[in-house]
Structure formats: structure tokens, C-alpha cells
């Protein structure tokens, strides 16, 4: 929120954009218009250190005053306070969750195809209540989507469709035996199921399709696994 502070330390001096702006300019050769100005103040652009440097100068004070850490609480409940509309969510944006979908990253199910290319992506919206009607309660941030190419998960997940993934529950400790993780092998990455031994801690790596044999990892080469994420779900991209 430096844009308060920088408001702040203006409106308590009495000085408008267009009398900063010539001040900037006679005194500093540095042109800027009240107009990117009032952009710096109400915080919808962010100054470069220049013009901060500039600007604390003729306010003859440190920059870091700008930063105020003893004021800043203060100056924070102020601002809610005065503009709660500016900062509260809207009921329609709690209602909804969002993923980032890799178009181009194919999960493999058995296919010798890999593709991995994270630079064409976009944004899918979900409706929060459905994902919870259909997976159960989870924390829904930072969800991806991909698409499987393979068969080696049929019946349960069909080549070509999508899968929702969460990428916090990627930590070897927090396997859940028999569910369907994300993994990378050799960089690429696959959907398989995950299965700890309770004693030997050994990992069990297995397909739904029986005709694609299943393999372990042992405790000892755990960190040769790369678990990028655990599959919540699965559907058909229509």
C-alpha cells in the first residue's frame, strides 16, 4: 500500500499534482503530469525509484519515510476504514475458484506423446459450491488443469480428459495410499496411483489399467520422485 503512505505524506503538506508536477520539473528536470500523478496516489500505477527519490528529497525526508513501518498500521485501518469497498471482496468472487489451465502440458497415461509447455495457459472458473458438491471440501488455490493423453488410468480417467490438481498436497509425508497423484519421472509427468507401505515406506507406483505393470520406489529413493500434485478430479472438456 505505498501509494497511501505517498498520498499521506502530499495531502498532509497541501501539494497538488499540478504543483508537485512543476516541482518536479523545475527542480529536477524530471517531467512527469499531474495525471501520472493521480495514478501514483490512488495506486493504480507504481512509481520508479527516481521519482520516489525525487520526491522524498523535496519533502526533505528519508525515502524509507514513505515506507513508515510505525505508521503503516495505522494508515492500513484508516483506509479500510474509509474506502471498504476499494478492498472487500464481492460476493460473486467468493463463490467462485479459479485454475490455471495448461493447454498445452498433457499428463501421460502409458503414451510414449509427451507434451510439457507451461507458455500457453488461461484462467477456468469454477463455481465454488459445485467443486465441493463434487470433490469434497479442499483448499481451492493455486488449482491447475491438464489433460491426460494415454490409457493407462482407464476406466477411471479416459484419455483426453481434464484433471483438476492441487498442488499442495505434494509432500511424500502426506501421501494418501490409493489416491491419483501427479508425478514426475525423468521430467515427465505422469498419472498414476500412489501407495506407501506402512512399514518399509516403500511407494508402489500403479496404473487402474491392469496391463500396464506397476513398479516401486524404495524409501531410499524417495527423492527421486517428483509428486507435482494430487488429482481431486477429473472431467470431459466439452
Same mark, same amino acid.
Given at each position: 500500500?505505498?501509494?497511501?503512505?505517498?498520498?499521506?505524506? !502530499?495531502?498532509?503538506?497541501?501539494? /497538488?499534482?499540478?504543483?508537485?508536477?512543476?516541482?518536479?520539473?523545475?527542480?529536477? &528536470?524530471?517531467?512527469?503530469?499531474?495525471?501520472?500523478?493521480?495514478?501514483?496516489?490512488? &495506486?493504480?500505477?507504481?512509481?520508479?525509484?527516481?521519482?520516489?527519490?525525487?520526491?522524498?528529497?523535496? !519533502?526533505?525526508?528519508?525515502?524509507?519515510?514513505?515506507?513508515?513501518?510505525?505508521?503503516?498500521?495505522?494508515?492500513?485501518?484508516?483506509?479500510?476504514?474509509?474506502?471498504?469497498?476499494?478492498?472487500?471482496?464481492?460476493?460473486?468472487?467468493?463463490?467462485?475458484?479459479?485454475?490455471?489451465?495448461?493447454?498445452?502440458?498433457?499428463?501421460?497415461?502409458?503414451?510414449?506423446?509427451?507434451?510439457?509447455?507451461?507458455?500457453?495457459?488461461?484462467?477456468?472458473?469454477?463455481?465454488?459450491?459445485?467443486?465441493?458438491?463434487?470433490?469434497?471440501?479442499?483448499?481451492?488455490?493455486?488449482? /491447475?488443469?491438464?489433460?491426460?493423453?494415454?490409457?493407462?488410468?482407464?476406466? /477411471?480417467?479416459?484419455?483426453?480428459?481434464?484433471?483438476?490438481? @492441487?498442488?499442495?498436497?505434494?509432500?511424500?509425508?502426506?501421501?494418501? @495410499? &490409493?489416491? #491419483?497423484?501427479?508425478?514426475?519421472?525423468?521430467?515427465?509427468?505422469?498419472?498414476?496411483?500412489?501407495?506407501?507401505?506402512?512399514?518399509?515406506?516403500?511407494?508402489?507406483?500403479?496404473?487402474?489399467?491392469?496391463?500396464?505393470?506397476?513398479?516401486?520406489? /524404495?524409501?531410499?529413493?524417495?527423492?527421486?520422485?517428483? #509428486?507435482? &500434485?494430487? #488429482?481431486?478430479?477429473?472431467?470431459?472438456?466439452?
Amino acid at each position: 500500500m505505498f501509494h497511501i503512505f505517498l498520498d499521506k505524506a !502530499l495531502s498532509d503538506r497541501k501539494i /497538488t499534482n499540478p504543483f508537485l508536477s512543476n516541482i518536479l520539473i523545475e527542480n529536477y &528536470g524530471y517531467k512527469i503530469s499531474k495525471e501520472s500523478l493521480a495514478k501514483y496516489r490512488n &495506486g493504480t500505477r507504481t512509481p520508479e525509484p527516481q521519482l520516489i527519490s525525487h520526491i522524498a528529497n523535496y !519533502l526533505n525526508i528519508p525515502e524509507q519515510d514513505l515506507f513508515n513501518p510505525e505508521a503503516k498500521e495505522q494508515i492500513v485501518k484508516d483506509e479500510l476504514k474509509n474506502n471498504p469497498h476499494k478492498y472487500a471482496l464481492k460476493e460473486k468472487e467468493l463463490d467462485q475458484v479459479n485454475a490455471t489451465y495448461y493447454e498445452d502440458i498433457y499428463a501421460c497415461m502409458g503414451s510414449n506423446e509427451i507434451i510439457n509447455d507451461e507458455s500457453n495457459s488461461s484462467i477456468m472458473t469454477f463455481d465454488r459450491k459445485f467443486l465441493e458438491k463434487e470433490l469434497g471440501k479442499h483448499n481451492f488455490k493455486n488449482l /491447475t488443469v491438464i489433460k491426460t493423453i494415454g490409457d493407462s488410468m482407464e476406466p /477411471t480417467i479416459k484419455e483426453g480428459e481434464l484433471l483438476i490438481i @492441487s498442488p499442495f498436497l505434494n509432500d511424500h509425508n502426506n501421501i494418501l @495410499s &490409493g489416491s #491419483v497423484y501427479i508425478i514426475a519421472i525423468d521430467g515427465k509427468p505422469y498419472v498414476k496411483r500412489l501407495s506407501e507401505h506402512p512399514l518399509t515406506h516403500n511407494i508402489e507406483i500403479y496404473s487402474d489399467n491392469e496391463r500396464h505393470p506397476s513398479f516401486n520406489i /524404495t524409501a531410499e529413493n524417495k527423492d527421486k520422485l517428483e #509428486v507435482i &500434485g494430487r #488429482v481431486l478430479g477429473h472431467f470431459s472438456f466439452l
